[in-house]
């Protein structure tokens, strides 16, 4: 499971997204979970599931789509929460077992046992009824060679992606997407290489090094 620092981060984080896209965010009740069900297709095409065609798993793209999930569901739990941090993490933490077993739709599945399509499938499945399942995650992650600890070194790349883009016209339609040729996800990757993710001030750097990076085309 997430160290406990780390999943309070997370949610302390995603809580400043939600706010930050909108303060009323709480009030507003976005359906968190019909993202999950869009994120979980998408990663389906970077698996490849099509049996008509030749396709590869694109193992980066896939990984990504993951940290999309994650967002989503912190903010479901968050909601169902009103945006307490600390209910949202004793919730979080008591969503976490060892139990192998998934009751959906009449059936029971075994975690363990079935592929990472029929994993996705069932993610899906679950959210569009207005559930999750973090053990089902956590099998998730391991089928796409990360741990918890890669997420989250990843989660919070993104969330400070998400934020630089919000401060740099997003919502507006004026922030740049490429940048000297290459797409603002590449310059997150290259700028996360550059420095100590178990820093305390990561996400301070790492937001500084897209700053430095930005202002160079503009």
Known sequence: ???????????????????????????????????????????????????????????????????????????????????????????????????????FDSRTYHIKTIGTLEKLELTIGLASSGRISIPLFAALLKDCDMDWNELFCQYVGKNVLNFFRQDNGYKDGTYQKMWDGKEDNEHLVEAMASLDASHDDFQHNLYECLKDRYQKIN
């Open 1 to 103: 499971m997430v160290k406990e620092n780390q999943a309070k981060i997370m949610l302390s984080l995603q809580a400043r997204m939600n706010e930050k896209v909108n303060p009323q965010w709480v009030e507003a009740a976005y359906p968190y979970l019909r993202a999950v069900v869009v994120e979980g297709s998408e990663a389906m095409e970077h698996h490849g599931w099509k049996w008509w065609k030749k396709q590869e798993c694109d193992m980066e793209q896939l990984q990504m789509e993951l940290v999309d999930i994650w967002h989503f569901m912190l903010s479901h739990i968050l909601l169902e929460n009103k945006g307490n941090e600390e209910a949202s993490f004793i919730q979080l933490a008591s969503l976490y077992t060892d139990d192998d077993k998934i009751q």
